[in-house]
C-alpha cells in the first residue's frame, strides 16, 4: 500500500507537471482536482496508519467515514478560503475533532476534549506577532519596475530590514516616492 500511495502521488506531480507545461490553464484543472481528493487521501492516509499501528498486541484503527472527511476538509477547507482565512482556526478546530472522535485503541474509541478557543488564541496570537514584526523589524515589498535590473527583476519580492540605520555598500535601499507621484 505504500509503494500504491508513492506511485499514486508521483502520477498526480507528473500529470500536474506535463499539463502546466503544455496548457497552463489544464494545470489549473489538475491542481483543482488534487484539492478534490484530498480528503479521500487523508482519510485513507488515517485508517492505513491506524491499521498499522499497534501497542501492546493491541492495534488502533480508524472509523471515520469519507464523507465526514469531504465535509471536513473539502467544505470547511473551502470556507476558510472563501473568508481569506478567518475561519481557520473554527476548521482546523473540526478537523482535528474529525481525526480524534475516529480513532480507537482496539474497542476503546478516543475523545477530542479541545476548546475552540485555544484555536483562536494561538491565531491570534500568530497574526499579532506577524503584525509586530512587519511593523518593527522586516517588511516585504514586491519590484515594482526595471530600475533594479539586473540585481532584482520586476516582481520579485524582498524583506526588508528595518532596523538597520546605516547602509553600507551593497545594500539595498527602499524609498518611499513623495505624496501624488506616480510610481
Known amino acids: 500500500p505504500i509503494l500504491r500511495g508513492n506511485l499514486v502521488v508521483a502520477a498526480g506531480l507528473g500529470l500536474y507537471y506535463f499539463a502546466n507545461n503544455l496548457y497552463p490553464e489544464l494545470g489549473f484543472l489538475v491542481v ?3 484539492f478534490a481528493l484530498l480528503p479521500w487521501v487523508i482519510h485513507q492516509t488515517l485508517r492505513f496508519t491506524a491499521h498499522n499501528s499497534a501497542y501492546r498486541g493491541i492495534r488502533f484503527g480508524f472509523q471515520g467515514s469519507l464523507r465526514e472527511a469531504y465535509f471536513q476538509y473539502f467544505w470547511l477547507g473551502l470556507l476558510a478560503f472563501i473568508t481569506l482565512g478567518l475561519a481557520t482556526p473554527y476548521v482546523r478546530f473540526r478537523q482535528r475533532q474529525y481525526i480524534y472522535n475516529h480513532i480507537a485503541y482496539g474497542a476503546t474509541r478516543s475523545r477530542f476534549t479541545g476548546q475552540l478557543g485555544f484555536f483562536w488564541s494561538v491565531y491570534l496570537k500568530a497574526v499579532g506577532l506577524a503584525l509586530l514584526i512587519q511593523a ?20 520579485q519580492r524582498i524583506l526588508v530590514d528595518r ?16 505624496e501624488g507621484a506616480t510610481p
Not at 515589498?141 to 527583476?153: A, C, E, K, W
Not at 546605516?166 to 535601499?173: A, L, R, T
Open 32 to 34: 483543482a482536482g488534487g
Open 163 to 178: 532596523l538597520a540605520t546605516h547602509p553600507s555598500i551593497g545594500d539595498i535601499v527602499v524609498f518611499h516616492p513623495p
Open 136 to 155: 518593527f523589524i522586516v517588511k516585504p515589498y514586491r519590484i515594482p519596475s526595471q530600475s533594479m535590473v539586473p540585481t532584482l527583476l520586476p516582481g
